[in-house]
């Protein structure tokens, strides 16, 4: 036993900082060559119906050319990230250790231009979920430091206009875009949000 902790040691060490996470598993897999997490690592340490909900999510998500990453977080808990090549990422947080075991949030890099189609795309489906999408935006602070050598906050390259209805906000790309309430553990309507990202971009 001394000896194989020891080789469990020695091959989490190649893993930096995530070294210890793999270490305190137990994860003898680090012995292998290119050894990477998989979606199966996450959903074994969730409950139904979340297992059968984010697996129906993982495989929608791919379907839109979005990329999977899975990171461990936390002690023992893992961060899943999709992303695509425009820069759009969904980060999924997954703990089952945690109250609320799932929560999920979209970065907003959308242009002025992509944000007003994006919307036109989901009004044409539902005027009230496109509202709900709206209404869900992580706004950019108006008494943020602005970055990117900006001298206002409105001359900073991170913060993106969204119109709808007459009504205008900023957001800023470095934010996180979600509700820590319903929303963040709605599978639905990330699927939906993406797929019109998708839309947006692609078609």
């Known amino acids: 036993m001394p000896q194989a902790l020891s080789l469990l040691s020695k091959a989490c060490s190649q893993y930096g900082s995530k070294g210890l996470y793999h270490f305190q598993r137990c994860d003898f897999r680090v012995l292998e060559q290119k050894f990477t997490l998989d979606l199966n690592d996450v959903l074994r340490i969730l409950p139904e119906p979340l297992r059968k909900d984010l697996a129906e999510t993982d495989r929608f998500i791919i379907k839109y050319k979005y990329k999977r990453k899975i990171e461990p977080y936390n002690d023992f808990g893992y961060r899943i990230v999709y992303s695509n090549k425009a820069g759009v990422v969904c980060?999924?947080?997954?703990?089952?250790?945690?109250?609320?075991?799932?929560?999920?949030?979209?970065?907003?890099?959308?242009?002025?231009?992509?944000?007003?189609?994006?919307?036109?795309?989901?009004?044409?489906?539902?005027?009230?979920?496109?509202?709900?999408?709206?209404d869900s935006i992580c706004k950019c602070d108006p008494k943020c430091v602005p970055g990117f050598n900006a001298l206002t906050p409105e001359e900073c390259?991170?913060?993106?206009?969204?119109?709808?209805?007459?009504?205008t906000i900023y957001v800023c790309k470095d934010a996180r875009w979600d509700k820590f309430s319903s929303i963040s553990q709605d599978f639905d309507y990330v699927k939906r949000v993406l797929k019109a990202i998708s839309q947006v971009l692609y078609e």
């Open 91 to 134: 980060y999924c947080h997954v703990n089952a250790y945690f109250d609320k075991k799932i929560y999920m949030y979209i970065r907003w890099v959308l242009n002025t231009e992509q944000s007003t189609r994006l919307f036109n795309i989901v009004d044409n489906e539902s005027a009230e979920f496109a509202d709900k999408i709206f």
């Open 157 to 167: 390259i991170a913060r993106i206009k969204v119109e709808r209805n007459g009504r």
